[in-house]
Protein backbone atom coordinates (compact mmCIF):
# COMPACT_ATOMS: atom_id res chain seq x y z
CA UNK A 1 0.00 0.00 0.00
CA UNK A 2 1.52 3.50 -0.92
CA UNK A 3 0.61 6.82 0.58
CA UNK A 4 -0.53 8.96 -2.17
CA UNK A 5 -1.46 9.23 -5.59
CA UNK A 6 -1.91 12.09 -8.08
CA UNK A 7 -4.96 11.54 -10.30
CA UNK A 8 -5.24 14.54 -13.52
CA UNK A 9 -7.40 13.52 -15.44
CA UNK A 10 -7.89 15.82 -18.38
CA UNK A 11 -11.17 15.67 -20.32
CA UNK A 12 -10.66 17.78 -23.97
CA UNK A 13 -13.43 20.30 -24.45
CA UNK A 14 -15.04 19.55 -20.98
CA UNK A 15 -15.47 23.46 -20.84
CA UNK A 16 -16.85 24.96 -17.51
CA UNK A 17 -20.30 26.10 -19.41
CA UNK A 18 -20.66 21.88 -20.73
CA UNK A 19 -20.73 21.20 -16.67
CA UNK A 20 -22.02 23.96 -15.21
CA UNK A 21 -25.80 23.02 -15.06
CA UNK A 22 -24.55 19.31 -15.01
CA UNK A 23 -24.18 17.21 -11.74
CA UNK A 24 -20.62 16.08 -13.62
CA UNK A 25 -18.33 14.31 -10.82
CA UNK A 26 -20.14 16.06 -7.74
CA UNK A 27 -20.01 12.83 -5.91
CA UNK A 28 -16.15 12.46 -6.27
CA UNK A 29 -14.81 15.73 -7.61
CA UNK A 30 -16.97 18.61 -5.61
CA UNK A 31 -14.76 21.71 -5.71
CA UNK A 32 -15.12 23.55 -8.75
CA UNK A 33 -13.42 26.31 -10.37
CA UNK A 34 -13.65 27.80 -13.80
CA UNK A 35 -10.43 28.12 -15.79
CA UNK A 36 -9.42 30.55 -18.38
CA UNK A 37 -8.30 28.53 -20.87
CA UNK A 38 -5.33 29.76 -23.43
CA UNK A 39 -5.72 32.07 -26.81
CA UNK A 40 -5.48 29.42 -29.38
CA UNK A 41 -6.74 25.55 -30.20
CA UNK A 42 -5.39 22.44 -28.24
CA UNK A 43 -2.29 23.00 -30.05
CA UNK A 44 -2.07 25.86 -27.41
CA UNK A 45 -3.89 24.81 -24.74
CA UNK A 46 -2.04 21.24 -24.09
CA UNK A 47 1.36 22.56 -24.10
CA UNK A 48 0.50 25.15 -21.68
CA UNK A 49 -1.17 23.22 -18.95
CA UNK A 50 1.98 20.46 -19.39
CA UNK A 51 4.69 23.20 -18.93
CA UNK A 52 3.05 25.92 -16.50
CA UNK A 53 3.60 28.55 -19.21
CA UNK A 54 1.81 30.66 -21.97
CA UNK A 55 2.62 30.17 -25.87
CA UNK A 56 5.28 32.91 -26.35
CA UNK A 57 7.17 31.46 -23.57
CA UNK A 58 6.94 27.32 -24.85
CA UNK A 59 6.33 28.89 -28.23
CA UNK A 60 4.01 25.90 -29.08
CA UNK A 61 0.92 27.73 -30.49
CA UNK A 62 -0.65 27.25 -34.05
CA UNK A 63 0.25 24.22 -36.35
CA UNK A 64 1.35 25.47 -39.51
CA UNK A 65 3.59 28.63 -40.17
CA UNK A 66 4.81 30.65 -43.26
CA UNK A 67 8.17 29.48 -43.24
CA UNK A 68 9.41 28.34 -46.72
CA UNK A 69 12.87 28.18 -45.79
CA UNK A 70 12.16 24.88 -43.20
CA UNK A 71 8.77 23.43 -45.28
CA UNK A 72 9.04 19.34 -45.00
CA UNK A 73 6.29 19.30 -47.02
CA UNK A 74 8.06 20.05 -50.73
CA UNK A 75 7.52 16.51 -52.08
CA UNK A 76 4.05 16.69 -51.52
CA UNK A 77 3.86 19.59 -54.14
CA UNK A 78 3.31 17.26 -57.21
CA UNK A 79 -0.35 15.86 -55.43
CA UNK A 80 -1.64 19.51 -56.54
CA UNK A 81 -2.42 17.91 -59.98
CA UNK A 82 -4.30 15.93 -58.53
CA UNK A 83 -8.29 16.95 -58.92
CA UNK A 84 -9.98 18.03 -55.82
CA UNK A 85 -12.35 15.61 -55.25
CA UNK A 86 -9.45 13.16 -54.17
CA UNK A 87 -6.80 15.74 -52.48
CA UNK A 88 -10.33 17.35 -50.64
CA UNK A 89 -11.37 14.19 -49.27
CA UNK A 90 -10.87 14.20 -45.11
CA UNK A 91 -9.84 10.06 -45.39
CA UNK A 92 -7.38 10.86 -48.40
CA UNK A 93 -5.85 13.48 -46.28
CA UNK A 94 -6.12 11.52 -42.99
CA UNK A 95 -4.70 8.48 -44.69
CA UNK A 96 -1.59 10.75 -46.20
CA UNK A 97 -0.81 12.42 -42.92
CA UNK A 98 0.38 9.00 -41.81
CA UNK A 99 2.68 8.79 -44.17
CA UNK A 100 3.73 11.99 -44.23
CA UNK A 101 4.12 11.61 -40.15
CA UNK A 102 6.04 8.53 -40.09
CA UNK A 103 8.36 9.69 -43.61
CA UNK A 104 9.08 13.06 -41.51
CA UNK A 105 9.54 11.73 -37.78
CA UNK A 106 6.67 13.36 -36.34
CA UNK A 107 6.42 12.57 -32.73
CA UNK A 108 3.33 14.85 -31.58
CA UNK A 109 -0.12 14.66 -33.65
CA UNK A 110 -0.04 15.56 -36.57
CA UNK A 111 -2.93 15.95 -40.02
CA UNK A 112 -2.60 18.12 -43.23
CA UNK A 113 -6.10 18.91 -42.53
CA UNK A 114 -6.98 21.15 -45.86
CA UNK A 115 -3.87 22.76 -46.42
CA UNK A 116 -3.80 23.06 -50.10
CA UNK A 117 -1.02 20.98 -52.17
CA UNK A 118 -0.15 24.18 -54.21
CA UNK A 119 0.95 25.95 -51.24
CA UNK A 120 1.72 23.31 -48.69
CA UNK A 121 5.97 24.08 -49.88
CA UNK A 122 5.22 27.34 -48.14
CA UNK A 123 4.39 25.73 -44.34
CA UNK A 124 6.24 24.42 -41.85
CA UNK A 125 4.22 22.64 -38.95
CA UNK A 126 5.54 23.30 -35.52
CA UNK A 127 4.39 20.40 -33.26
CA UNK A 128 6.87 18.11 -34.45
CA UNK A 129 7.95 16.64 -31.29
CA UNK A 130 4.97 15.37 -28.89
CA UNK A 131 4.06 17.34 -25.92
CA UNK A 132 2.70 14.43 -23.65
CA UNK A 133 6.86 13.36 -23.90
CA UNK A 134 9.86 14.69 -21.55
CA UNK A 135 11.51 16.83 -24.22
CA UNK A 136 8.30 17.40 -26.33
CA UNK A 137 8.13 21.04 -25.70
CA UNK A 138 9.11 23.66 -28.68
CA UNK A 139 11.00 25.50 -25.77
CA UNK A 140 11.34 24.78 -21.84
CA UNK A 141 10.77 21.53 -19.96
CA UNK A 142 7.14 20.02 -19.47
CA UNK A 143 6.17 18.10 -16.24
CA UNK A 144 7.51 14.84 -18.24
CA UNK A 145 10.73 16.69 -17.84
CA UNK A 146 10.09 17.38 -13.92
CA UNK A 147 8.91 13.64 -13.20
CA UNK A 148 12.03 12.33 -15.27
CA UNK A 149 14.62 14.41 -13.43
CA UNK A 150 13.57 13.54 -10.23
CA UNK A 151 12.67 9.94 -10.80
CA UNK A 152 9.15 9.66 -10.21
CA UNK A 153 7.45 7.12 -12.24
CA UNK A 154 4.30 8.00 -13.82
CA UNK A 155 1.83 6.92 -16.13
CA UNK A 156 0.42 9.16 -19.16
CA UNK A 157 -2.46 8.41 -21.55
CA UNK A 158 -0.57 7.28 -25.37
CA UNK A 159 -2.53 9.46 -27.50
CA UNK A 160 -2.29 6.41 -30.13
CA UNK A 161 -4.57 3.95 -28.28
CA UNK A 162 -7.93 4.31 -27.23
CA UNK A 163 -9.61 6.11 -24.39
CA UNK A 164 -10.42 2.56 -22.90
CA UNK A 165 -6.85 0.68 -23.72
CA UNK A 166 -5.29 3.60 -22.06
CA UNK A 167 -7.72 3.96 -18.64
CA UNK A 168 -6.91 -0.46 -18.41
CA UNK A 169 -3.23 0.65 -18.74
CA UNK A 170 -3.75 3.15 -15.41
CA UNK A 171 -5.23 0.57 -13.99
CA UNK A 172 -2.67 -2.23 -14.39
CA UNK A 173 0.13 -0.12 -13.46
CA UNK A 174 -2.37 1.21 -10.09
CA UNK A 175 -3.13 -2.41 -9.14
CA UNK A 176 0.66 -2.73 -9.38
CA UNK A 177 1.83 0.18 -7.16
CA UNK A 178 4.30 1.57 -9.89
CA UNK A 179 3.34 4.88 -10.07
CA UNK A 180 3.58 8.16 -8.10
CA UNK A 181 1.94 9.86 -10.32
CA UNK A 182 -0.65 9.89 -13.39
CA UNK A 183 -1.49 12.45 -16.05
CA UNK A 184 -4.80 10.83 -18.31
CA UNK A 185 -5.63 12.31 -21.27
CA UNK A 186 -9.47 11.35 -23.03
CA UNK A 187 -9.91 13.41 -26.14
CA UNK A 188 -13.44 11.94 -27.37
CA UNK A 189 -15.85 14.29 -26.00
CA UNK A 190 -14.11 16.84 -27.98
CA UNK A 191 -14.61 15.08 -31.01
CA UNK A 192 -18.56 14.86 -30.50
CA UNK A 193 -18.51 18.07 -28.96
CA UNK A 194 -17.29 19.38 -32.51
CA UNK A 195 -19.99 16.79 -34.28
CA UNK A 196 -23.20 17.42 -32.68
CA UNK A 197 -22.55 21.11 -30.46
CA UNK A 198 -22.63 21.73 -26.89
CA UNK A 199 -26.58 21.26 -26.18
CA UNK A 200 -26.64 18.00 -28.02
CA UNK A 201 -28.48 14.94 -25.89
CA UNK A 202 -25.66 13.00 -26.70
CA UNK A 203 -23.59 15.10 -24.48
CA UNK A 204 -24.63 13.89 -20.52
CA UNK A 205 -24.43 10.90 -21.27
CA UNK A 206 -20.55 11.07 -22.69
CA UNK A 207 -20.45 12.89 -19.47
CA UNK A 208 -22.04 9.80 -16.97
CA UNK A 209 -19.60 7.49 -18.92
CA UNK A 210 -16.57 9.60 -17.62
CA UNK A 211 -18.28 9.25 -14.56
CA UNK A 212 -18.17 5.70 -14.42
CA UNK A 213 -14.35 5.38 -15.35
CA UNK A 214 -13.46 7.83 -12.81
CA UNK A 215 -15.17 5.77 -10.11
CA UNK A 216 -13.96 2.34 -11.83
CA UNK A 217 -10.36 4.19 -11.35
CA UNK A 218 -10.77 5.39 -7.78
CA UNK A 219 -12.11 2.07 -6.92
CA UNK A 220 -9.02 0.36 -7.88
CA UNK A 221 -6.66 2.83 -6.57
CA UNK A 222 -8.40 2.88 -2.92
CA UNK A 223 -6.83 -0.53 -2.87
CA UNK A 224 -3.36 0.24 -3.13
CA UNK A 225 -3.31 4.62 -2.61
CA UNK A 226 -4.18 5.79 1.01
CA UNK A 227 -4.90 8.67 -0.30
CA UNK A 228 -5.69 9.88 -4.23
CA UNK A 229 -5.71 13.61 -5.04
CA UNK A 230 -7.97 13.97 -8.18
CA UNK A 231 -8.24 17.05 -10.60
CA UNK A 232 -10.47 16.50 -13.37
CA UNK A 233 -10.58 19.49 -15.88
CA UNK A 234 -10.12 20.49 -19.21
CA UNK A 235 -8.23 23.00 -21.55
CA UNK A 236 -11.15 24.78 -23.09
CA UNK A 237 -15.06 24.80 -23.76
CA UNK A 238 -16.63 24.63 -26.89
CA UNK A 239 -19.45 27.30 -28.71
CA UNK A 240 -22.26 26.31 -31.55
CA UNK A 241 -21.58 27.78 -34.61
CA UNK A 242 -24.36 29.52 -36.29
CA UNK A 243 -22.39 31.80 -38.47
CA UNK A 244 -20.31 30.58 -42.01
CA UNK A 245 -17.65 33.58 -43.05
CA UNK A 246 -15.83 32.61 -46.01
CA UNK A 247 -12.85 34.87 -45.52
CA UNK A 248 -10.49 32.98 -47.56
CA UNK A 249 -12.45 34.25 -50.84
CA UNK A 250 -12.74 37.60 -49.61
CA UNK A 251 -8.99 38.06 -49.20
CA UNK A 252 -7.81 36.12 -52.53
CA UNK A 253 -10.60 38.27 -54.97
CA UNK A 254 -8.02 40.80 -53.78
CA UNK A 255 -5.25 41.79 -56.49
CA UNK A 256 -2.36 40.11 -54.41
CA UNK A 257 -0.55 36.69 -55.23
CA UNK A 258 0.05 33.80 -52.09
CA UNK A 259 3.97 33.02 -52.18
CA UNK A 260 4.99 36.04 -53.96
CA UNK A 261 2.93 39.11 -51.77
CA UNK A 262 2.00 37.44 -49.09
CA UNK A 263 0.94 33.91 -47.53
CA UNK A 264 -2.04 33.14 -44.87
CA UNK A 265 -3.11 30.10 -42.88
CA UNK A 266 -6.83 30.15 -42.52
CA UNK A 267 -7.52 28.34 -39.06
CA UNK A 268 -11.37 27.94 -38.01
CA UNK A 269 -11.12 30.76 -35.69
CA UNK A 270 -8.39 32.51 -36.61
CA UNK A 271 -6.26 34.30 -39.75
CA UNK A 272 -2.63 34.70 -39.60
CA UNK A 273 -1.02 36.79 -42.50
CA UNK A 274 2.44 37.28 -43.16
CA UNK A 275 3.43 40.26 -46.10
CA UNK A 276 6.10 39.67 -48.47
CA UNK A 277 6.48 43.04 -49.53
CA UNK A 278 5.39 46.54 -48.53
CA UNK A 279 1.85 46.44 -50.69
CA UNK A 280 0.31 43.71 -49.35
CA UNK A 281 -0.59 44.78 -45.85
CA UNK A 282 -2.59 48.13 -46.27
CA UNK A 283 -5.22 45.99 -48.68
CA UNK A 284 -5.86 42.78 -46.27
CA UNK A 285 -6.04 44.96 -43.63
CA UNK A 286 -8.54 46.98 -44.94
CA UNK A 287 -10.54 44.24 -46.13
CA UNK A 288 -10.54 42.16 -42.67
CA UNK A 289 -11.68 45.82 -41.14
CA UNK A 290 -14.61 45.71 -43.01
CA UNK A 291 -15.48 42.34 -42.05
CA UNK A 292 -17.96 43.01 -39.50
CA UNK A 293 -17.34 39.06 -37.84
CA UNK A 294 -14.20 39.68 -36.78
CA UNK A 295 -11.09 42.09 -35.75
CA UNK A 296 -7.70 42.46 -36.07
CA UNK A 297 -6.48 41.49 -32.89
CA UNK A 298 -3.83 44.24 -31.88
CA UNK A 299 -0.45 43.96 -30.30
CA UNK A 300 -1.62 45.01 -26.67
CA UNK A 301 -4.04 42.51 -26.75
CA UNK A 302 -1.91 39.82 -28.05
CA UNK A 303 0.71 40.41 -25.25
CA UNK A 304 -1.87 40.06 -22.50
CA UNK A 305 -2.95 36.77 -24.31
CA UNK A 306 0.54 35.64 -24.16
CA UNK A 307 0.51 35.29 -27.65
CA UNK A 308 2.63 38.07 -28.86
CA UNK A 309 5.85 36.63 -30.40
CA UNK A 310 8.70 39.11 -30.86
CA UNK A 311 9.40 37.34 -34.45
CA UNK A 312 6.00 37.38 -35.33
CA UNK A 313 6.57 33.72 -36.28
CA UNK A 314 3.07 32.78 -35.86
CA UNK A 315 2.02 35.51 -38.01
CA UNK A 316 2.37 39.37 -38.68
CA UNK A 317 -1.63 40.07 -38.35
CA UNK A 318 -3.92 37.87 -36.23
CA UNK A 319 -7.52 37.93 -37.46
CA UNK A 320 -10.16 36.51 -34.73
CA UNK A 321 -13.85 35.88 -35.27
CA UNK A 322 -16.14 36.32 -32.93
CA UNK A 323 -17.60 33.44 -31.10
CA UNK A 324 -20.27 31.38 -33.11
CA UNK A 325 -18.71 32.41 -36.45
CA UNK A 326 -16.86 29.85 -38.12
CA UNK A 327 -14.60 30.19 -40.79
CA UNK A 328 -14.97 28.41 -43.60
CA UNK A 329 -13.54 26.60 -45.97
CA UNK A 330 -10.39 27.14 -44.05
CA UNK A 331 -7.03 25.52 -43.91
CA UNK A 332 -8.62 22.91 -41.27
CA UNK A 333 -11.56 21.72 -42.99
CA UNK A 334 -13.58 22.28 -46.28
CA UNK A 335 -17.04 21.59 -45.09
CA UNK A 336 -19.00 22.89 -41.49
CA UNK A 337 -18.86 21.65 -38.00
CA UNK A 338 -21.09 22.19 -35.54
CA UNK A 339 -19.16 23.13 -32.90
CA UNK A 340 -15.22 24.97 -32.52
CA UNK A 341 -13.42 26.19 -29.73
CA UNK A 342 -10.45 29.05 -30.59
CA UNK A 343 -12.17 32.12 -30.05
CA UNK A 344 -11.09 34.95 -27.71
CA UNK A 345 -10.82 33.36 -24.17
CA UNK A 346 -13.05 35.61 -22.75
CA UNK A 347 -15.51 34.42 -24.82
CA UNK A 348 -18.46 32.78 -22.64
CA UNK A 349 -17.88 29.26 -24.36
CA UNK A 350 -14.01 29.38 -24.03
CA UNK A 351 -13.71 28.98 -20.02
CA UNK A 352 -12.14 25.65 -18.97
CA UNK A 353 -12.94 24.08 -15.47
CA UNK A 354 -11.24 21.94 -12.85
CA UNK A 355 -13.11 20.03 -10.91
CA UNK A 356 -11.51 18.18 -7.65
CA UNK A 357 -11.78 16.63 -4.04
CA UNK A 358 -9.59 19.00 -2.68
CA UNK A 359 -11.02 21.25 -0.66
CA UNK A 360 -8.08 23.62 -0.72
CA UNK A 361 -6.73 24.55 -4.27
CA UNK A 362 -4.53 28.31 -3.73
CA UNK A 363 -6.35 31.10 -5.11
CA UNK A 364 -3.86 31.84 -7.95
CA UNK A 365 -4.91 28.78 -9.88
CA UNK A 366 -7.27 30.63 -12.17
CA UNK A 367 -5.95 29.55 -15.67
CA UNK A 368 -5.35 26.64 -17.67
CA UNK A 369 -1.04 27.01 -17.61
CA UNK A 370 -1.77 27.23 -13.25
CA UNK A 371 -2.21 23.48 -13.24
CA UNK A 372 1.19 22.76 -13.85
CA UNK A 373 1.79 23.88 -10.82
CA UNK A 374 -0.56 21.65 -8.94
CA UNK A 375 0.91 18.60 -10.68
CA UNK A 376 4.18 19.76 -9.95
CA UNK A 377 3.48 20.36 -6.49
CA UNK A 378 1.18 17.12 -5.69
CA UNK A 379 4.01 15.10 -7.74
CA UNK A 380 6.67 16.06 -5.07
CA UNK A 381 4.59 15.53 -2.43
CA UNK A 382 4.11 11.72 -3.41
CA UNK A 383 7.48 11.34 -3.91
CA UNK A 384 8.18 12.03 -0.44
CA UNK A 385 5.58 9.89 1.29
CA UNK A 386 5.51 7.05 -1.01
CA UNK A 387 9.07 6.98 -0.06
CA UNK A 388 8.49 5.03 2.95
CA UNK A 389 10.91 5.55 6.35
CA UNK A 390 11.41 1.68 6.23
CA UNK A 391 12.87 1.67 2.99
CA UNK A 392 14.92 4.79 3.52
CA UNK A 393 16.64 2.88 6.60
CA UNK A 394 17.25 0.03 4.66
CA UNK A 395 19.43 2.08 2.01
CA UNK A 396 21.27 4.42 4.19
CA UNK A 397 24.84 4.36 4.65
CA UNK A 398 25.63 2.40 7.45
ZN1 LIG B 1 -11.32 20.43 -30.66
Given at each position: MKAVLPLFIFIDACGWEIIRRD???????????????????????????????????HRNWCYFVYDPGHSPFKSLRPLRWLPNT??????????????????????????LYNIPFQHISLFDFTEKKSPLRPGGMNRGPNIFDFLE??????????????????????????????????????PA???????????SPEVPPQLRRYEQWIQGILQAARRHYAEIRLYVFSDHGMANCDELLDLRSKIEALPLRIGKDYAAVYDSTLARFWFLNERAREPIARCLAGIPQGRIIPDSELSSLGTLFPDRYFGQLIFLVREGVLIVPSHMGERPIRAMHGYHPADKHSYAALCTNQPLVPEDIEAIPDVYRLMARDAELARRKNTAPSRMAASAPA
Open positions: PFARGCAPFRRRLKSVFGYSSACVPSILSGRWPVEVTGRRTFRRWLSKFVKVGLNFRGYFDERQIPYHVSSPELTEEANRDALLDEVSRERIDFAFVYWLDGLLHRVGND
